[in-house]
Every structure is written in C-alpha cells, then in structure tokens.
C-alpha cells in the first residue's frame, strides 16, 4: 500500500492557551468523519492528546502535550521526536505571558530542537482584550532573535473561531516538503 510520509508536530504551550480546541477544530476541518466537540466539551489539556490529518501523501501527527506546570518537564522527553513545532500563546493572558516567554526560552535551548520549524500561534484573537501581533512580538523579541537555522512564523489565531488554521497547516506542510 502506498506509504505516507508522517511528520510528527508538538503543540506546547501554557494551559489555557488553546491547544486542545486548536487541535479539534484541525481535526474537524481535514480529517473527514470527523465530528469536532462543542467547546463546553473541551477539557484543558491534561496528559497527552494526539490526531493526525492526512493532505494528500502527507500525514501530520500532533501530539499536544499537557501545558500544566508539572507537565512542563516532560516535554523535552518528545522533542527529538518532532519535526515541527507549534507554541501556542493565549494573547489575553497578559499576567502569565512572561511565564510563557520562559517555557518558550527553555524550549528553545533544547539541542534536540536545534533547527527544528516552530511555528507561533497568537491564539484567542477573537477576543477585543487580545494582544496584537506586534505587541506580542515585541514582548518575545528576545527569544526572536535566537531563532537560529530554523524556518519560523508567527500568525495570529482564533482556534474558536477557526481562523488561521488553514493557513498554519499550509505552512507546516509547506515545512514538511
Ligand atoms: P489548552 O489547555 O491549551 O488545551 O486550552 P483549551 O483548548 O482547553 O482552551 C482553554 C479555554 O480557552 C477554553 O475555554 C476554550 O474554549 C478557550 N479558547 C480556546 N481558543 C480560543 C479562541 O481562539 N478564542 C476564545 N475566545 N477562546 C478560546
């Protein structure tokens, strides 16, 4: 049987940040069959969740690993698995930013993620108290600069909403090829 090529991607970030409902509403836009939760269903991350879409002779597998603080020292135990990368940032959570720019920095100085893509999400824009893009960068811009031999991008999100989305698995096939 023809083999796909499988390209694993970790979806990290803080609890709270939408990575769950991001990873739903992915599912529910490409895989077919696929009956997406109601958001009322949608349990902040805790553990592991996982799916996987097909795009033509392409399948992504995401794993979206718990942000719960105590999870935080898992992560490193999937990064030399990964082949790309998403950090999910809640852009109303101005208080704990700071606590994801440090899971994001310590993230980053992982040698098994040395060139890795990465790929930012600015989630919960559908919200009138989220930061914009710029601010968000501007915050992060540290962690910016050490990007190293990395394809990077930064796009602004609703997973709610599904906005986004489509172009953030463009990318990440765009990555993947
Ligand atoms: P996780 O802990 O990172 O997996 O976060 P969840 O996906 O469980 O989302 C946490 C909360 O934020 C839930 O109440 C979601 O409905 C809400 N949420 C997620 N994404 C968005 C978004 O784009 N806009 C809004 N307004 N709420 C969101």
């Known amino acids: 049987m023809f083999q796909k090529d499988e390209y694993y991607v970790l979806i990290l970030g803080l609890d709270n940040a939408g990575k769950t409902t991001f990873l739903e509403r992915t599912k529910s836009k490409f895989s077919r069959n696929y009956q997406s939760l109601s958001a ?46 998403i950090f999910m940032i809640d852009s109303t959570d101005k208080e704990r930013l700071s606590m994801s720019k440090e899971a994001f920095d310590e993230m980053m100085v992982h040698p098994a993620l040395d060139r890795v893509p990465l790929l930012v999400l600015a989630n919960k824009q559908d919200l009138e108290s989220a930061m914009a893009l710029d601010e968000i960068k501007t915050i992060f811009n540290e962690s910016l600069q050490n990007l190293g031999k990395r394809d990077f991008k930064i796009q602004p999100i609703s997973a709610l909403k599904s906005q986004g989305i489509h172009e953030s698995i463009d990318w990440l096939v765009y990555c993947a090829k």
């Not at 033509?56 to 979206?64: E, H, K, M, P």
């Open 40 to 85: 009322d269903k949608i349990s902040p991350t805790v553990g592991l969740n996982i799916g996987r879409i097909d795009l033509g002779s392409i399948r992504l597998r995401f794993w979206d690993l718990g942000g719960q603080k105590d999870l935080l020292t898992l992560w490193d135990k999937y990064y030399s698995e990964a082949h790309a990368v």
